[in-house]
């Protein structure tokens, strides 16, 4: 991995988020684990040793579950990475949090592409995976990453129980309308 272009680093660990199919909801209590983030300046520490040993990183992949939870963190991040790192990078993110802000400061920041989970159709997140949103606020988030130049992977499940030809159908024209 010493070599590999790709750098992958987490900032955070942990999740506000109790989705029925991730390991951060895994406590036996029920709440939610606790999130725990680096400083910015650690993180950006950890790269800059990382390229000065010649390491040949050209893009960094942000592995948190939900990049960029803390408005004020994604503000400092948003500063000082352009000029202190500048790769190119992505992160994971989820449709709940993405705001006009989040998004904007994202794309001033230099990231490319964000792997989204909207994982199935409304019901379905709804009634099996414990997830929040639907089509129209994933058509909006969508649309707002593609204002600021970032492309949207999408992370979707299939063949969960219970899932309908309806739910199926509303996840394909779902497919039909973001931004391409």
């Not at 040949?56 to 992949?61: D, G, K, Q, T, Y």
């Not at 707002?144 to 992977?153: A, D, E, K, L, Q």
Request: aromatic share 10%.
């Amino acid at each position: 991995m010493a070599q590999d272009p790709l750098f992958q680093v987490m900032c955070t660990f942990g999740c506000p988020r109790a989705c029925a199919f991730c390991h951060n909801s895994f406590k036996p209590d029920g709440r939610s684990p606790p999130i725990r983030m680096r400083s910015v300046s650690s993180m950006i520490a950890e790269l800059e040793r990382r390229l000065a040993e010649g390491a040949p990183i050209r893009r960094v992949r942000f592995d948190d579950e939900i990049f960029g939870l803390r408005p004020e963190w994604l503000e400092e991040f948003s500063r000082r990475w352009p000029g202190e790192i500048g790769l190119p990078f992505d992160i994971l993110t989820e449709p709940s949090i993405v705001s006009e802000r989040y998004a904007r400061l994202l794309g001033q920041a230099g990231a490319t592409h964000v792997h989204m989970g909207i994982q199935s159709s409304t019901e379905v997140n709804a009634r099996e995976l414990n997830r929040r949103g639907g089509v129209a606020e994933t058509l909006q988030v969508a649309d707002r990453f593609s204002r600021h130049g970032i492309y949207v992977r999408y992370l979707v499940m299939v063949d969960i129980p219970g899932t309908t030809d309806a739910d199926y159908r509303e996840l394909f024209e779902l497919f039909q309308r973001v931004p391409k």
